[in-house]
């Protein structure tokens, strides 16, 4: 019995060496794709809100970083990418979280151009719900693309609500936790560029933090 014990017990090592072995050498050799395809669907994002015809310099190597836990909900360095054509400054498109989504932080980008105007929104990632909440993303519907247009003051503080809170953004049937923290997020993110657009714009480092 002891054998047979001991034997089964090897055989059971033997496999979970094996698996581990397996999942180690799954991981290294697709680790470079996973980082490429990421590194893409970013590019994807930031081109969908600022065209490349836009801009000349490398948008995803021009960047500086933010904190502010007050307006971009993170307490952490988030990072901001820089627009340019011939050296000036066409846009920037913010990192910001929305920390009150209904199932957890919900990470944006928020393009503004250097007149203060929303460019575009984009949803990098969430945990919201399948067929409700998810509705945030663009692959899902438009409604991310109602910012467009948008800036710090149009509409007013009032307006930069769900319709269900007296604004002007629409809510999703059953879902209004989600579409209301993103409305607070994109808003947020303006009133950070209001107050910090000249030193974005200005640091010469990615390495420099402007913290709010």
Do not use: C
Request: hydrophobic residues 40%.
């Amino acid at each position: 019995m002891k054998q047979t014990m001991m034997k089964a017990a090897a055989i059971l090592g033997g496999f979970a060496i094996l698996g581990a072995t397996l999942v180690g050498l799954t991981f290294e050799t697709t680790k470079d794709r996973i980082v490429q395809n990421e590194r893409d669907f970013l590019l994807r994002s930031l081109h969908e809100m600022v065209p490349p015809e836009s801009h000349d310099n490398d948008i995803l190597a021009d960047i500086v970083m933010a904190q502010s836990k007050k307006l971009l909900g993170a307490d952490i360095p988030l990072t901001i990418y820089r627009a340019r054509k011939e050296g000036q400054a066409v846009a920037a498109i913010i990192t910001t979280h929305a920390p009150d989504g209904y199932s957890g932080t919900i990470k944006v980008l928020v393009a503004v151009d250097f007149g203060g105007q929303i460019g575009g929104v984009r949803v990098l990632s969430h945990k919201e719900t399948p067929g409700l909440g998810d509705k945030i993303e663009v692959e899902r519907s438009d409604w991310i693309k109602a910012f467009y247009g948008h800036s710090l003051n149009a509409p007013d503080a009032q307006g930069w609500r769900v319709k269900k809170d007296g604004g002007i953004f629409d809510q999703f049937t059953g879902a209004t936790i989600t579409p209301r923290a993103v409305v607070k997020a994109v808003h947020k993110a303006l009133k950070y560029y209001e107050v910090h657009k000249h030193e974005m714009y200005a640091a010469t480092s990615a390495e420099v933090v402007i913290y709010d």
